[in-house]
């Protein structure tokens, strides 16, 4: 997108130096990264990095309005209410393509959206290695709003942990050292000092929740929660007998389970702005569109693109038998855009925001982005290929 930084990037490019670095990568936390890290990052210009943040400030308008709690109630899936929900989400993240328009302008997209955390402690080690090994431009930042990475750290920090002790706050996951995403856990351990806890370990008593912390029973007063039922569902049989999270627990949600719900594809329908493809709830839909093939259709509950169908059939309609859970969004056109020594990669940028309690709205820390040469992003589209996967994408100061 910047075509000097990408010629200079490229020109100095080895393979030797990839290695190298991920080998640096890879000596804090050995054998933790469990998926594929991109060989380059982007340079984003000021001009299309504007465009980004102004709808994500468009639409964090829509959901700081009044009555946005209403309108999403119809988010939370039965039997997945959780207790005791603050007022905002601590952690929301806006995933964009970007995408080439009718007339061959590049253009951001917004892809989806959710109230829930990602890779924040992941995101404040990956780009300083990443700087040691490659030449980033000084006036080009992943952290935006004036962060640098002890301030960043000291956000997140604030927000997760308060007041409280670490040892009495925990990251909650569903066996979190097995998950793809565990490098996370230990950046976020290291920073923190805060633990990552299967939910199998939780032990209740009355409304009190407990871990056992280095042999000690220690009483949990904070939750940074990174379950998404979704996967709990399917992880249900192999987990035994487990506390039912949406019980009123004396604990408080960083952020609450809710939010993955009411920030997400659900919102999408009631947003109109042109960087967010026009979607509609399918049981709204009197009738299929003419031009059905330019149309993707979602599941509202479902991550890691699960359930997506990308050419979409009448036929593939009919089958649906819960249409009020499910989206019809408009197409949008990947561009090839960052240029690599075969074929040009596609790219999804996450910009990753931070709402503090008190705080009237979200403020923009950083980002991630991903690569891919397939027909969808993610590992199982980009299976034996090069420069893509997990990268960050560095944005004109």
Same mark, same amino acid.
């Given at each position: 997108?910047?075509?000097? !930084?990408?010629?200079?990037f ?6 030797e130096k990839?290695?190298?670095?991920? &080998?640096?990568l890879n000596?804090?936390?050995? #054998?933790?990264?469990?998926f ?5 990052p982007e ?15 468009? *639409? ?6 009044p ?6 109630e119809?988010? *939370? ?17 806006f ?13 951001p997209?917004l892809? &989806?959206?959710q109230?829930?955390p990602?890779?924040?402690?992941f ?5 300083? /290695?990443l700087r040691r090994?490659?030449?980033i431009?000084?006036?080009y930042?992943?952290f935006?709003?004036?962060y640098?990475?002890?301030s960043y750290?000291? =956000?997140?920090?604030e927000?997760?942990? #308060? ?9 909650l996951? +569903?066996?979190?050292?097995?998950q793809?995403?565990?490098?996370d856990?230990?950046?976020?351990? &290291?920073?923190?000092? +805060?633990?990552?806890v299967?939910?199998?370990e939780? *032990? ?14 220690? %009483? ?10 979704d ?17 009123p627990?004396?604990v ?5 389970p ?12 009631f ?11 399918l049981? &709204?839909?009197?009738?299929?569109? =003419?031009d059905?093939q330019?149309f993707?259709? %979602? ?7 699960q359930? /997506?169908?990308?050419?979409v059939t009448?036929?593939?309609?009919e089958?649906v038998?819960d249409?009020?859970?499910?989206? !019809? ?8 855009? *960052?240029?690599t020594?075969?074929?040009?990669a596609?790219?999804?940028i996450?910009m990753?925001?931070?709402?503090k309690?008190?705080?009237p709205?979200?403020? !923009?820390?950083?980002n !991630?982005?991903?690569?891919s040469?397939g ?8 299976k034996d290929k ?12």
């Amino acid at each position: 997108m910047v075509p000097s !930084l990408r010629e200079s990037f490229n020109a100095s490019f080895t393979k030797e130096k990839y290695q190298a670095f991920l &080998e640096d990568l890879n000596s804090r936390f050995p #054998g933790a990264i469990d998926f594929r890290i991109s060989e380059t990052p982007e340079f984003i210009p000021k001009w299309f990095g504007d465009k980004i943040i102004d709808t994500c400030e468009y *639409i964090i308008d829509i959901i700081t309005k009044p009555g946005f709690n209403e309108a999403s109630e119809r988010a *939370i899936p039965s039997g997945e209410m959780v207790a005791n929900q603050n007022d905002h989400s601590h952690f929301i993240a806006f995933d964009f393509g970007i995408c080439e328009n009718k007339n061959g302008e590049l253009e951001p997209q917004l892809i &989806e959206m959710q109230g829930f955390p990602t890779l924040y402690g992941f995101e404040a080690y990956y780009p300083e /290695v990443l700087r040691r090994h490659f030449s980033i431009p000084e006036n080009y930042s992943h952290f935006f709003s004036g962060y640098n990475k002890q301030s960043y750290i000291e =956000a997140i920090r604030e927000v997760i942990l #308060g007041k409280t002790a670490p040892e009495h706050v925990i990251l909650l996951e +569903i066996k979190p050292h097995e998950q793809k995403t565990r490098i996370d856990f230990y950046c976020t351990q &290291e920073y923190l000092g +805060i633990k990552p806890v299967c939910i199998t370990e939780l *032990i209740p008593e009355g409304l009190d929740l407990y871990y056992m912390n280095d042999g000690r029973k220690t %009483k949990i007063e904070r939750i940074y929660n990174r379950i998404i039922f979704d996967d709990l569902h399917a992880n249900r049989d192999k987990l035994g007998e487990i506390v039912d999270i949406t019980k009123p627990w004396n604990v408080k949600w960083i952020p609450h389970p809710n939010w993955f719900y009411r920030i997400s594809k659900f919102t999408l329908p009631f947003i109109d702005h042109p960087y967010v493809p026009e979607t509609f709830f399918l049981n &709204e839909i009197k009738q299929a569109p =003419a031009d059905l093939q330019n149309f993707v259709l %979602k599941p509202l509950f479902s991550f890691a693109g699960q359930g /997506v169908v990308i050419d979409v059939t009448p036929d593939d309609i009919e089958k649906v038998d819960d249409p009020r859970n499910w989206i !019809l969004q408009r197409k949008v056109k990947y561009a090839d855009v *960052i240029k690599t020594p075969d074929v040009g990669a596609k790219v999804e940028i996450r910009m990753m925001y931070i709402w503090k309690d008190g705080d009237p709205r979200p403020i !923009l820390a950083t980002n !991630l982005s991903r690569l891919s040469k397939g027909k969808m992003i993610g590992v199982r589209y980009n299976k034996d290929k090069e420069w893509v996967g997990a990268s960050v994408a560095f944005f004109e100061q």
